[in-house]
């Protein structure tokens, strides 16, 4: 098993420019999460998903950020517009039905010039 | 709101030295707790849990109701330690998501 995928590994934009992250969790597993981790706030939830319903997007820092989960297999994060402020690694993780086991992705590192 | 807190941001010991990172929980229920450590150039991923009471790496995790802490100990850090550690809670309710501390980043020098 590759584990939790994602993609890309690094984007770099300009301000303004559209911005998919997509993530393919673990094949079983029925919870998805999106992080974001900056040094300033460290590791934060954005957003998560259970059977490909969103939950609980409390986290999501404002109406430019928007997550879907078609389906079983997939997610993506989109930020529309971008801003410099967004720049940092964004995290999927995905977990089975004891959620509290999350495995993690390798993140995508955005940069927004 | 239910928070769990990392005092320390960075931290550096020798080699061969005690390591303590330090964890501290604001819950007046039952606490689940974890820690998480992502290595370089590696992806996040769970170290132990609480419930379990098991030692991994040579770490090791007390829940401490009395002084609400959950440090992680180590009696020997070795080089291979270097890591950011999180300490996690979950959060009440059926939604079981993880709320993460700031972290710490150990340095274990040679």
């Known amino acids: 098993d590759a584990g939790v995928i994602q993609s890309p590994r690094h984007e770099v934009t300009e301000m303004g420019q559209e911005v998919t992250l997509r993530c393919k969790p673990i094949s079983g597993h029925d919870y998805l999460f999106w992080y974001r981790q900056t040094m300033m706030r460290g590791l934060e939830l954005l957003i998560y998903?259970?059977?490909?319903?969103?939950?609980?997007d409390s986290g999501m820092p404002e109406d430019r950020f928007s997550a879907k989960m078609p389906n079983a297999s997939f997610s993506t994060l989109k930020i529309q517009p971008s801003e410099p402020r967004d720049s940092a690694v964004y995290f999927c993780?995905?977990?089975?039905?004891?959620?509290?086991?999350?495995?993690f992705g390798p993140g995508t590192r955005l940069l927004v010039l | 709101a239910q928070r769990v807190t990392q005092p320390e941001k960075l931290l550096s010991v020798f080699k061969g030295a005690p390591v303590e990172l330090k964890c501290n929980y604001s819950?007046?229920?039952?606490?689940?707790l974890f820690w998480y450590v992502q290595y370089s150039r590696q992806r996040l991923q769970l170290l132990l849990r609480?419930?379990s009471r098991e030692s991994i790496k040579g770490f090791t995790a007390d829940l401490n109701k009395g002084e609400t802490s959950f440090h992680l100990k180590k009696p020997f850090a070795q080089e291979e330690d270097s890591a950011m550690y999180y300490c996690a809670h979950v959060q009440d309710g059926s939604a079981r998501q993880l709320t993460f501390g700031s972290g710490t980043q150990l340095t274990v020098l040679p």
């Open positions: 998903f259970n059977n490909n319903v969103p939950i609980d």
């Open positions: 819950y007046s229920g039952s606490p689940e």
């Open positions: 993780a995905s977990s089975a039905p004891a959620p509290e086991t999350q495995y």
């Open positions: 609480h419930i």
